[in-house]
């Protein structure tokens, strides 16, 4: 008979013998140390260039080439990667935070709040995630903290309805009716005995959520709903600066798309994962 670690330990067990997230946790790994260490992975400003060495294809002093301005490619790359977990991890913590108090009334009281709060959430979900933030962004005008804002409202409802529908599960288990029968508060029963055997979907749905939040950060800055300054090395912004020349110049398509696409995929992957680690139906 194998001995239990716990949940989280034998989570993190399952987790280690899953080949895909742990490809998905080497991705990352490239992601935050991309991020981190921007300024000591390259000696090139990100803002300031050559225009004598404008448009050069990749060589060895500049390994993803340069861009209109004589900057080097990659010095951008490696700094978009700090914006992109700035606002998707700001973003992704807001919803996570609104979308869980919500959820959390609403599942856990019920009556004329569950109804007001599940309301809300059904209009904002009526409305695809993408056009709610552009049109938060439109309203709120351009910059980082209206980015931050825009995509955790876009997400908000999904971690409120999700909590809502894992607490409405637990209202009627054997553990809260005999805290119930015991004289309990309904705050304590939340809080106590609800809310943490409710949290571990929501922890994999951040997960999920901040692969698809870096997708749309790109998204907004392509469609030039980004930063302010359009010299931000941020991806969706050089997506576009490319655009015009993608015959000409691919690698500066190249490059800040495969960013995307890895950093997305590897949150997707780490996110399966812990969704096969966490269900207790795949224990062996």
Not at 97 to 116: R, T
Not at 263 to 269: C, D, Q
Request: charged share 15%; hydrophobic share 50%; aromatic share 8%.
């Amino acid at each position: 008979m194998r001995m239990s670690h716990g949940l989280w330990g034998d989570a993190w067990r399952r987790l280690l013998r899953n080949r895909p997230a742990l490809l998905g946790l080497g991705l990352i790994a490239v992601f935050l140390v991309s991020a981190i260490a921007a300024q000591w992975l390259t000696p090139y400003d990100p803002y300031r260039g050559v225009l004598a060495q404008r448009l050069q294809p990749p060589t060895l002093a500049h390994l993803m080439g340069t861009d209109l301005q004589g900057r080097d490619e990659l010095t951008r790359v490696l700094y978009g990667a700090r914006i992109s977990l700035q606002v998707g991890v700001s973003a992704v913590v807001m919803a996570f935070v609104l979308g869980g108090v919500a959820g959390a009334l609403a599942g856990g009281f019920g009556g004329w709040i569950d109804a007001v709060v599940m309301r809300v959430t059904d209009v904002m979900l009526a409305v695809p995630g993408i056009l709610l933030a552009i049109a938060i962004v439109a309203w709120l005008g351009q910059g980082l903290p209206q980015l931050m804002i825009a995509i955790a409202a876009s997400y908000t409802p999904t971690f409120a309805r999700l909590l809502r529908g894992s607490l409405l599960v637990l209202r009627e288990s054997d553990y809260v009716t005999a805290a119930r029968s015991e004289g309990a508060t309904s705050w304590r029963i939340l809080l106590r005995h609800m809310l943490p055997n409710a949290l571990t979907p929501l922890i994999v749905q951040a997960t999920l959520v901040l692969a698809t939040a870096i997708i749309d950060i790109a998204g907004l800055g392509f469609l030039g709903l980004g930063p302010q300054d359009p010299a931000t090395p941020e991806w969706g912004t050089m997506l576009t600066d490319a655009t015009e020349r993608i015959y000409s110049t691919p690698w500066l398509v190249l490059f800040p798309g495969v960013a995307i696409a890895t950093a997305a995929i590897g949150f997707n992957l780490l996110g399966d994962g812990l969704r096969e680690s966490l269900d207790p139906r795949l224990k062996r």
